[in-house]
Every structure is written in structure tokens, then in C-alpha cells.
């Protein structure tokens, strides 16, 4: 007769199945199943299945919705906001929900599809992980006199750290600008550490324009807009700052097509910087590629997209934010997630769960990434 050890031998699973399963299922919930076992502690902690989770993760992002609300809307007064969180996974109906609340009168979310989300108040910045709820104050950086928020999120992939830059107005003239810069680079449970999590001021480095939107990540520089008038198109649009030279630069936008009166904006895409037109032709957008950051300046129109079978509200602020396996991922006017395939010129709609008066839409990918101490 078989003892309850033996039958709980033969029942048991290979090791590489439970980690083809486990690897799967969301941070939040591997978390819970730490507690199962020293053994499940153990497995879930290890580096391989952390990475192996991560790539899995990276492969199907999930879809972050947020609302920004006043704390108490029946006080005028009150200066503190809540964030409300939601966190869904596109191919399930399984999602969770969080809120927090921060002492800040307006606060803006920046552009991101990692695992950590940031934002930005007029008194600091914000960094969250959506998966495990984790969310924290970064250290205060320098005032800005002109009163805005100018900033750049990036994720050094080689280094595996979040690089943030802030760009500051320290001229006391309201018709002069002296804008300085400072990075911080945050790695996983460093937060607040000797060698991650504080600001650093570049000195002797200002910017040489005036800037508008977020600055986009690419090839370990940060490229921004730029806000000052242009005698005419074909001028230098745009401003760059080299983290390895910390220097800063000027790019010029595609020759003979760019209007100064409209509001072009920036992403990046497969890796290279684009620059978005969606107001030059009608129910169009043209995305043009800088394909080869030695040639600074060079563009291709890579995509021009039909819009046609959308209104004129959602042409106007459709934002691609991802490409993979051939299909830009759009956010329509935080109403509904795009995917538009590049090979056959076709929409499908990602998520038709997507209700509710929502600030904010991004992706995210669903990881353990912690910049707790413990």
C-alpha cells in the first residue's frame, strides 16, 4: 500500500511545469503565493524566473486607466488629489483597482510602456508600479521659476535602470529663460540609495530653447519639441540632450512639409524617433522615421494611416504608443485601444471595456520590479 509521501511524490509536478505555469499568472498574484512555501518563496524570487516572467509580461502588455479627481470636491480649497488606478489585462476580463492620493493641485502622467508609471505634480515627481501597487515620492528636485513642468522618461534597457530628466527655468525675468537640467536614474530596490535616486544638476549645460510636450527616449538622448516661433518650415523643430556627451543639440524637421501653426508631437517606434502629423491632411496621419541618428535631420515617411472611418475629435488626438508584431497601438481619445496592422491598412479595436471619463491611458507591462527597501 502506497504511503500519503510516495502518492504525494507521484502527484507532484515537474519543476519546469510549474514554472511554465507560474511564469503566467500576474505579478499581484505571485506575490500572494509567496507565502505558500519556503520552496514557492525561493522559485518566484529567483533572477531566471523573475526574467522569464518579465519577457512573457513584455510580450502582452496590459493596459493602465487613470483618473485624476479632487480628494474632497466639496472644498475648493483642498490641494490634494486621488489617482484612481486600473490595472486590465487585454485578453481577460480580469483586472484590479487602486487609488492613491497626493498633496497636489494639478498633477500630469507621463508617457511610458514599462513596468513603472510616473508622474508629475507642481511640487515633485511620482514613480508607481501598477502590478504591486507600489507607489512613492521621488526626492525633490529643483524649482522651476517659470512655474511648469518639463520633463523626459526613458528606460535604459542595457543598464536596466529608468532614466528622468528635468529641464528648469532658474531665470528671475519673466521675458528670459536661463533652463538648466538634472537626471535621476532610478534601478530596482534603489530607491533613495548612494548610487540611484537622486537628482543630478548638469552644470554648465542649458538648454537653447524653449520647450513644449514630453521628451522621447531614444538612443540614450531625449528629444523634445520646440516652443519658439520658426521663420519658416524646415528650421530646427527640435531639441536633443545626449546623456553619454551631456550635451544638448537641434534637429531639423522634414524639409518642405513641416507647418510651425500646427502641433506636431513625437513618440518612438521599432526603436527610432518619430515625429507624428495628424492635422497637415485631412483624416490622415503621417508618421515620419529618423531612421539613422548619425544623419540627424534625415526623415522618412514611413506611415500614413486613413483615419477616415473615425471623427474628427478622435483624428485630432489619436497618439500611437506601441509597435509589435506589425501593428501600431493607438490610444483613441482614451476611449478605446487601436491596433493598426502596417501590411493590410486595417484597424482592429484592442479593448472595448474601456469606460468611464478617464485622464489617462497608457500601456504597462505586469512585473516585480520594486524600489522598496525591503
Not at 507560474?22 to 499581484?28: D, G, I, N, Q, S
Amino acid at each position: 500500500m502506497a504511503t500519503t509521501a510516495t502518492v504525494a511524490a507521484r502527484a507532484a509536478l515537474p519543476h519546469d511545469l510549474i514554472i511554465n505555469i507560474l511564469t503566467r499568472l500576474p505579478a499581484k498574484a505571485l506575490c500572494k503565493f509567496r507565502c505558500v512555501s519556503k520552496q514557492w518563496l525561493n522559485l518566484i524570487s529567483d533572477p531566471y524566473f523573475v526574467s522569464l516572467h518579465h519577457t512573457r509580461s513584455r510580450s502582452n502588455p496590459n493596459l493602465l486607466l487613470v483618473r485624476s479627481s479632487p480628494h474632497d470636491a466639496t472644498d475648493a480649497s483642498n490641494e490634494n488629489l486621488t489617482l484612481h488606478i486600473t490595472c486590465s489585462q487585454m485578453n481577460s476580463y480580469s483586472d484590479h483597482e487602486f487609488a492613491v492620493t497626493i498633496k497636489e493641485s494639478t498633477v500630469h502622467m507621463l508617457p511610458s510602456r514599462w513596468d513603472l508609471v510616473f508622474f508629475a505634480g507642481e511640487n515633485a515627481f511620482y514613480v508607481c508600479n501598477p502590478s504591486i501597487q507600489e507607489f512613492f515620492k521621488l526626492p525633490h528636485c529643483s524649482t522651476c521659476t517659470s512655474g511648469e513642468v518639463n520633463a523626459g522618461l526613458g528606460f535604459n534597457s542595457a543598464t536596466k535602470e529608468y532614466v528622468l530628466v528635468h529641464l528648469f527655468d532658474r531665470s528671475m525675468d519673466t521675458y528670459e529663460y536661463d533652463i538648466g537640467i538634472e537626471v535621476l536614474r532610478l534601478s530596482e530596490c534603489r530607491l533613495g540609495g548612494s548610487d540611484s535616486g537622486s537628482w543630478k544638476v548638469v552644470e554648465g549645460k542649458n538648454c537653447p530653447c524653449q520647450i513644449r510636450g514630453w521628451g522621447v527616449f531614444v538612443g540614450n538622448s531625449f528629444y523634445w519639441m520646440i516652443w519658439d516661433e520658426f521663420e519658416q518650415p524646415g528650421e530646427e523643430a527640435i531639441v536633443c540632450f545626449d546623456l553619454d556627451r551631456e550635451e544638448f543639440g537641434v534637429v531639423a524637421a522634414p524639409k518642405g512639409c513641416f507647418d510651425t501653426e500646427e502641433v506636431w508631437f513625437l513618440v518612438e517606434l521599432r526603436g527610432f524617433l518619430c515625429l507624428v502629423d495628424s492635422t497637415t491632411r485631412p483624416f490622415t496621419i503621417d508618421i515620419w522615421m529618423m531612421k539613422d541618428c548619425e544623419k540627424v535631420g534625415e526623415w522618412v515617411r514611413e506611415y500614413s494611416i486613413d483615419l477616415s472611418g473615425f471623427s474628427i475629435k478622435i483624428v485630432k488626438s489619436i497618439v500611437p504608443l506601441d509597435y509589435r508584431d506589425g501593428e501600431i497601438l493607438m490610444d483613441s481619445n482614451r476611449e478605446s485601444l487601436e491596433a493598426y496592422n502596417v501590411e493590410n491598412k486595417s484597424f482592429r479595436r484592442m479593448s472595448n471595456r474601456i469606460e468611464g471619463n478617464w485622464t489617462w491611458l497608457r500601456l504597462y507591462t505586469d512585473s516585480f520590479f520594486s524600489l522598496g527597501s525591503t
